[in-house]
């Protein structure tokens, strides 16, 4: 059985990367949830909505949140049992990616997993040197560039 993956998460960005994962991997959508926290929202609200999520699901649950210390957070640390739930907070699409490829395996491997992929999703590239593009290669049967056409 698949563990599965509850994003809790500030609006609208828990059901963005949702979204994102569905269309990476459509058939991940039984095991990926998403709960979107509205500005709004009563935490106490926030945490039965999050619960009912959790409830409707059988099995392990690994819990991702965005921002440490905010309201996401602090909900889904409540829910996290530390056995049948793992919480795993700075979520971006990299961890969620890894988390959906691994979701296979046990609750404590998917969140090294997942950890692993979101910290090597984050890297710094120059702006000076384009990635993945192809330099456009002379033909050796080409003249100089300061060739005159006849």
Same mark, same amino acid.
């Not at 490829?101 to 910290?119: D, M, P």
């Given at each position: 059985? =698949? #563990? ?13 990367? !949702? ?5 990476? *991997? ?19 609200? #926030?945490?039965? &909505? ?7 699901? /059988? ?8 921002? *440490?210390? /905010? #309201?996401?957070? =602090? ?9 049948? #739930? !793992?919480?795993?907070?700075?979520? &971006? ?9 691994? !979701? ?10 997942? $950890?692993?992929?979101?910290? $090597?999703?984050?890297?710094s590239i120059a702006a000076a040197?384009?990635? =993945? ?5 002379? &033909?050796?049967?080409? $003249?100089?560039? &300061?060739?005159? $056409?006849?």
């Amino acid at each position: 059985m =698949n #563990t599965h993956i509850l994003i809790i998460a500030h609006a609208p960005l828990a059901s963005a990367l !949702r979204e994102c994962a569905l269309h990476v *991997f459509p058939d991940c959508a039984g095991d990926v949830l998403a709960l979107d926290v509205p500005p709004d929202e009563a935490p106490e609200q #926030t945490q039965a &909505n999050a619960q009912a999520l959790l409830d409707s699901v /059988a099995g392990s649950a690994l819990l991702l949140t965005d921002v *440490f210390g /905010a #309201t996401p957070c =602090n909900v889904a640390q409540r829910l996290a049992d530390g056995q049948r #739930t !793992r919480l795993l907070c700075g979520v &971006n699409l990299p961890m969620l990616l890894r988390a959906v490829c691994y !979701r296979s395996e046990e609750l404590e491997s998917l969140l090294s997993r997942a $950890q692993v992929g979101g910290t $090597q999703g984050i890297m710094s590239i120059a702006a000076a040197a384009p990635q =993945n593009q192809v330099r456009m290669l002379r &033909n050796s049967h080409d $003249q100089e560039d &300061n060739h005159h $056409q006849q």
